[in-house]
């Protein structure tokens, strides 16, 4: 059985939350806001008739449903590799975070020598100053960019295996409907395979791929080759 009914919604918070981890430099673009300022009224329609549809004859019943349930942020949170992730994708974002200020010092600097020279600014040293502040809008939101994508790269690898494994305890144990937990107001604990979902992942799954702190995700992908091994924690990944 394919595991198509893995829920997507854990998943996606706890990659949102990683991937949030990255230092955000763009701006968030507002949301429009109705100018009409109330809600219409839907239009009157005319309901012209339709074919009666008439009782189909009895056809075969389904089986009865063998159900399961997995817990993703549960199974996210135990895996040892989503661990080694969040170490090293926090020790990234300090080290953008630490650069950006750096380089945000140094452009305060340049402004206050320029102002304490009591002279107004050249257009010069305007367009100089202007053409620093777009390389790093561009070099830091590159980096930005890259770091959230590495994030992608890694929690991709480990869905993809827990939807295998999700699939192989459901197969094994004849289960025809495999639901997130989150779906369920109520179930018996009896029918929850988290625990066993862990522990096959990290026996499978004890670390995943993950690029380098100077590789770029993209240009990897438009290579064609794709890396197996393991990622091995950085120095802090400045550049």
Partial sequence: MRSSTMA?????????????????LTPVLAMAQDAGGGQQQAPILPMPPVPEFKPLPAGTKPAAPVIGIFNTQQIMAQSTAVQKLQTELGARREALVRDVRAEDAQLQAVRQSIIKAGKAPTPEQQQELQKRVNADRTKFGNRNRILE???????????????????????????????????????????????????????????????????????????????VMPFQPSDGGGE
Wanted: aromatic share 4%; hydrophobic share 40%.
């Fill in 8 to 24: 997507r919604t854990g998943y996606a918070r706890l990659c949102g939350a990683l991937c949030g981890a990255a230092l955000a």
């Fill in 149 to 227: 994508e590495d994030a992608q790269v890694a929690l991709n690898q480990v869905q993809r295996e827990m939807q295998q494994i999700v699939s192989a305890i459901a197969s094994a144990r004849g289960m025809t409907m495999v639901l997130q937990a989150g779906t369920a107001a109520l179930h018996d604990n009896s029918l929850d395979i988290s625990d066993q979902v862990v522990t096959y992942l990290n026996q499978a799954l004890p670390s995943v791929y993950l690029p380098g702190p100077t590789e770029d995700p993209e240009e990897i992908a438009k290579s064609g080759k794709y890396p």
